[in-house]
Structures are given as C-alpha cells and as structure tokens.
C-alpha cells in the first residue's frame, strides 16, 4: 500500500568513497524515512566509516527546497520549554529539542564528525521542525588528514566546527557568511591552535575561493534545484559547472554581499585549499531565491505586481513610439523624456524620505513624471532652447550608457566599491555623452531616441517574464537607495531569455535610428518652437505697412469691441425712408 505523501519524507543520500573523496562521482543510496505528522522523530542515518581507510573525518549535508530541518548529532534535548516559548518546531507533546550546540537546524544544512582511531561508524539524527512531509538530497563525503577542516576555527556560530554557509538576504542585497578553516589533522590527534601563530605551518596559509551557480531563470521547481545541487556537491564539480566570485586569504573577512536577485535561483559555495599540501575541501553549498516561498505578499510566485506590469507596460509602448519616429515628434519625445527623467529623480527622493508603501510611490512617480514631461515640453514651447532640452536627452542616454558600462566585470573591480570612487566615475561618464550632443544635436538626439526607446521595451518585457537586463540600471537604483549596497558583488546570471533580449534591443536600437536618420535627412535640424514663431510673425506684422494684417486690430481690440456690441444698446439713426427711383 503506498504511503500517504503527508507521512514520508525522501532522502537521497550520495555516498562518494575514495582516497580523494570529494573529487568521486555520485553513487546514490536511497532512503526512505516515516514521519508521523504532528510528532518529532529524530531519523537515525548511519553510515561505515572503515578502521583501515585513511579518513578522519566525515561529512553530511542535507538540501531541501524550501523546508527547513535540523541536523543534529545526537538524540539527546532539552526537555524543560516553557510553554509560551515560541519555538515553532517544538513538539509539546515531548517538549524536546535537539541540544544546543548539537544541532543546526536550516534549508541547507550539514555537520562533520570528527573520528575516533578505533571508530567504523558514524551515525546524524534527522528532524523535520513540523513533522510534515519533505524531499530532499543529501551527500556524505569522507576528509582525509592532510584535507582542510571547513569551519574548524569556528568562533561565531553554536557548532565546535561548522561547515555552513550562512545567508541572508533583503531586496537589495544577500549576504553570506562562514566560519574559518583549520588545516588538516589525522585520527585522535589534537586539532591545531587556530589564532597561536600566523606562520606558514598554520590555518593562515589557507586560502578560499567563493563561487555562485545560478539556476535556470524563471524555474523555481524541486527538480530544478536538486539537479544543480548535484552539480556543485564536490570540490571538481564546483570547479566545473560554477561561475568563481572572488579568491581571498586567511587574513580578509568571512562575509560577502551580493546583489539580490529575487526570482533567480542561486547556489553560493565555497572552496577552501591548502597551497602547501595541494589539497582541497567544500563547505556546503546554501541556495536562496531571495523571496519567500510562504509569503502571501511578494512571494516567489507573485513577483510581479499588476501596477508594475501596467507602468511598464505603457512606458514599454511609448518608448516603442519614441524609437522610431521620436525626433519626428519632438514635442511628444520631450515629454517621454521629461517624464522619465523626473519619474526616476521622484522615486528615489520619495523612497529615501517617505515610508510609503509601493503601490503609491509608484502613482506618485507616475504622476510627477508627467508633471516633468509636460514642464519639458512647455519650457521649449515658451523658450525655444533645443540645446538645453537635447542636454537632458544625453543625460538619459549618458546614465544608461555608465549603467551598462557598470552592469560589465568592470563594476566589481574593488576600488568601485568606494562610493566616491563610484559616483564620480559614474558622473564622468553620464555628463560625456550631453557634450557629444552639442556638435552633434540631431544625431545625438536621434542615437538617443533609438537606444534608450529600445530599453524601455526591455524593460516591458521585463514586467512579464524575468530577465537580468533589468538590473543594468535597477543595480544603480539600489546603490542610490542602500548605502550598504556599494559593498555587494554585481553578478547576474546571462542565459537564453537575455541573449534573446539582447539581440531584441540591438535590432530595434539600430533600425530605429536608421529610419530616423532616414527620414530627416532632408528635414531642418529640429521644428521651431511654436511661441518663438508667433513673436517673430507679431514682429513682423507691426513692421511691414503693407501687409493688410498690418492695420487689423488686435487680438484684445477686437474681443473688447465685441463685448461692447454685445452689452452696449445701439442708437437710433433717425428717420429712414427707401429711395424713390
């Protein structure tokens, strides 16, 4: 009779058995657990660790998708909880919980026995926090003596040696965090001092290397997820399949920011190598979406805001517009312009300052921006600058040209990671471009139109399906919006979705702006402005005596001599009698 899903929990163990363990292909040992619903059982998982083999240590790592669990290594717990202690996973029916400093309870978790000279087996303890159901992989590696001890020289976290990668993460940035290794040491012998001495022949000749494995975009499945765990579960398939971050010495900090991506899967892991024994460990690799899978508001699976989609969605269209016949109607380009300009200078005073919830910032922006677009328009109508208002046109396209330039390699070069630094380079860059437009208006401005039209249906898209490109200029709004976010590590995924897009944008740019350079070869530079031409045609009119509208009244004579008609009783004009022929 198969069992109920409710009652079982799945795990797939990975046993790897060799002198060089972690460079072993999978073997997979299946194991399949009850857990009665509503109670805590510890599930014991045993495994022979072999006297004659030249291993010292073990190590176990469980994965699931969005389930926390507790690894811990013995049954023992505390049994005095008070009953208004607020432990979610506590079973009151016992009252008990793994001991602390036994234990870690997470998605990614995992723990390393240290063994005995005389020891054959080593045996961890398995607890779901809610007794329900949950599938997920696990993997058994064995460490020889002359492997570094990932988390040996632990001072932070419960465990004597922890292994794990811990991480956190908000909308703007994921940070993870490890402890420090040990190197190497064989079976009963004691572990060497941590912090005693800096020379060659201890724990600070170590160094380590930080990877990201990013999942496919947009696929937030089970499988997904258990699949690329499989491919960074050793030291070579990290090496393989893995994107390398950043290398450091024993004497950099533990702790790293990144760019949170919320939607996109990725897998941080972390070598740690000994130069003078060549040799190698992995701590256990940690996964996020950065968003929450049980959250009702701004859950993995509603990432998407209908505001959000309706605002892009519009922008996507009139950027569309904008593209291809943009220089042609000047005045609607000044207002798309002006509207985005002001909507993205609005948005971030509006969030710095105000703790307004989303959806009204957003309307708030929507409305500012067109309160922009129209003073843009209305300032060229009144003062005829075309140079001024093309200047804020290369402002535009000079911020999107120093985002992409930042989005590259380029932006994770550490002397970036000083704000100064940043910002002026960045405003180098932005303020580069408006002198282009200066010896070249129309083009510049016709370039303009193209690129940065072309950009905004990138952005579209973007409202509906998930792409990296957005984070080209999302990355610099959150470096406006955190002040934290200068330490984080710009790294996103490139995959088919983007390519896709990128070729899109390119097509679109460039053959907007040939239809453009097209079309106004044989047009002047830029339409005059509609109140400069009624001036000069005023001027005109009181100079030249012969032009019959010369002697015309104007336009206020005229409208008060109506009113007169209408309010003022006319005079008799005395008798009138018809003409006798």
């Known amino acids: 009779m198969p069992l109920k899903r409710e009652y079982l929990v799945l795990l797939v163990l990975s046993w790897v058995s060799s002198l060089r363990a972690q460079d072993e292909i999978f073997k997979p040992l299946r194991h399949i657990i009850i857990a009665k619903k509503n109670q805590i059982l510890l599930h014991p998982v045993h495994i022979h660790a072999g006297r004659g083999k030249n291993y010292c240590l073990h190590r176990r790592e469980r994965h699931t998708h969005t389930h926390t669990h507790t690894h811990t290594y013995t049954r023992k717990k505390h049994t005095h909880i008070p009953p208004a202690d607020p432990v979610p996973w506590v079973d009151r029916t016992s009252n008990q919980i793994p001991l602390y400093g036994f234990s870690v309870t997470a998605v990614d978790a995992g723990l390393l026995s240290n063994l005995t000279p005389s020891q054959t087996t080593v045996s961890w303890f398995l607890k779901t926090p809610d007794g329900s159901s949950a599938a997920g992989i696990g993997v058994i590696l064995p460490y020889t003596s002359t492997d570094p001890v990932p988390g040996a020289c632990n001072q932070e976290f419960p465990l004597e040696i922890d292994p794990n990668i811990y991480l956190q993460y908000n909308l703007f940035e994921t940070m993870i965090t490890f402890a420090p290794a040990n190197i190497g040491y064989g079976r009963g012998k004691i572990p060497p001092a941590c912090d005693v001495d800096v020379s060659s022949s201890t724990r600070w000749r170590l160094v380590y290397e930080v990877y990201q494995y990013f999942l496919p975009e947009g696929d937030l499945s089970e499988q997904s997820l258990i699949s690329s765990l499989e491919r960074v579960a050793n030291v070579q398939n990290v090496q393989d399949n893995s994107r390398k971050v950043m290398s450091l010495t024993s004497h950099d900090r533990t702790q790293f920011s990144f760019s949170s991506l919320p939607g996109q899967g990725v897998i941080f892991s972390v070598i740690v190598r000994d130069p003078v024994l060549n040799t190698s460990a992995s701590y256990i690799p940690v996964h996020t979406y950065a968003c929450s899978f049980s959250s009702t508001l701004d859950g993995c699976s509603d990432l998407g805001r209908v505001s959000t989609k309706v605002f892009f969605t519009v922008i996507g269209l009139a950027g569309l517009f904008v593209c291809f016949v943009g220089h042609r109607f000047f005045k609607c380009e000044l207002f798309c312009m002006g509207f985005g300009f002001t909507a993205f200078v609005f948005f971030v005073v509006i969030t710095i300052t105000t703790p307004l919830k989303y959806n009204i910032r957003l309307a ?76 070249w208006p129309r083009e510049g401005n016709i370039i303009a139109c193209g690129v940065v039209g072309a ?127």
């Open 364 to 439: 708030l922006t929507a409305l500012m921006g067109v309160v922009g677009g129209v003073v843009m328009v209305m300032s060229w109508w009144r003062f005829g600058s075309v140079m001024a208002c093309v200047c804020v046109v290369g402002l535009i396209l000079g911020f999107l040209i120093s985002s992409i330039v930042f989005f590259t390699p380029l932006g994770d070069i550490p002397i970036f990671h000083d704000d100064l630094v940043f910002w002026v380079v960045f405003a180098c860059i932005m303020m580069f471009v408006p002198l282009f437009f200066i010896r």
């Open 455 to 581: 950009y905004t249906v990138v952005l579209a898209v973007n409202a509906y399906t998930y792409t990296s490109l957005s984070y080209i200029t999302l990355d610099v709004l959150k470096r406006l919006l955190n002040h934290n976010f200068s330490r984080a590590f710009i790294s996103v995924p490139l995959q088919d979705i983007d390519f896709i897009l990128i070729t899109l944008w390119v097509v679109l740019g460039i053959s907007g702006i040939v239809v453009q350079l097209y079309r106004e070869k044989s047009r002047s530079f830029f339409p005059p402005s509609p109140y400069v031409m009624w001036k000069q045609e005023r001027e005109r009119r009181k100079t030249n005596v012969l032009d019959p509208s010369h002697h015309k009244p104007s336009l206020s004579a005229r409208i008060l001599g109506r009113i007169r008609q209408l309010t003022q009783r006319a005079e008799p004009a005395g008798e009138t009698t018809p003409l006798l022929l």
